[in-house]
């Protein structure tokens, strides 16, 4: 928001980092967890208020409700006092899941045991790195490219498999929707358990206002928000790449 905006809806703001080419931002941050925010309360009612005769554009939330703990969805139902046109502005988003076995060309870089602690530094490391989460890319977004004995018009897309690679199968598991970080940590930890070598890709909403542990994120430029892991819980290594923008808080 501006400061004209914030103040003249009765709200607090703090600065953003990050300001736009013209003016400065202010981010405004509400609790709706207080106890203060419940119906008939002074803060609720001047919030309230604010809504409705100042900041009146209207806007689309997804809001979501976790167990503190597991990070599992719980349900929750709409207060009794909320008049039916206010409830019917409510509806119900449930993550979708997918899954499916594809034959690949898969980069032996993949299932490397190299020290990454020592080699890291190194060109030719650093190198491969970006050709195997390119190639992490190109399965996320389902290219064909990654298929054996696939090809491409130069004139279309020079990309190909980084060599060595050697074609297998690779299983595949999505999840769409609004994911709890906990959520996250054990699906991870599960599969630490049960496999030799996975990958885990995390994108985050685009418009999403704040990443990396509650940061003020730079959508209006940009919009990435999202991280991968290759992970070899034989040899205890991970190697992650974070996707920031020039506008983004990290952590």
Known sequence: MTKDAYESAGLLGKQSPFPTSIEKRYLVEIDLKKKSMRPGEKQYERIKWSFSNVLTERYEFLLGYFDAVTGESREFSINESVDGDAKKAFSKVKPSWECSTRYLDVPESIFSTVDFCTQMRESWF????????????????????????????????????????????????????????????????????????????????????????????????????????????????CLTLRHCGAYDETC
């Open 126 to 237: 650093q190198s491969d790195v970006k050709d195997l989460f390119e190639w992490i890319g190109m399965v996320s977004i389902e290219s064909e490219f990654v298929y054996p004995g696939a090809s491409a018009d130069p004139f279309i897309s020079v990309y190909s498999v980084p060599s060595p690679n050697k074609s297998c199968s690779v299983s595949l598991y999505s999840i769409r929707g609004l994911i709890h970080p906990n959520f996250i940590f054990d699906v991870v930890n599960h599969l630490t358990e049960e496999l030799d070598d996975f990958v885990v890709f995390v994108s985050g909403f685009e418009d999403s206002p704040v990443s990396w542990n509650k940061r003020n994120h730079g959508y209006l430029y940009n919009g990435e928000n999202l991280y991968c892991q290759i992970r070899n819980p034989k040899s205890n290594h």
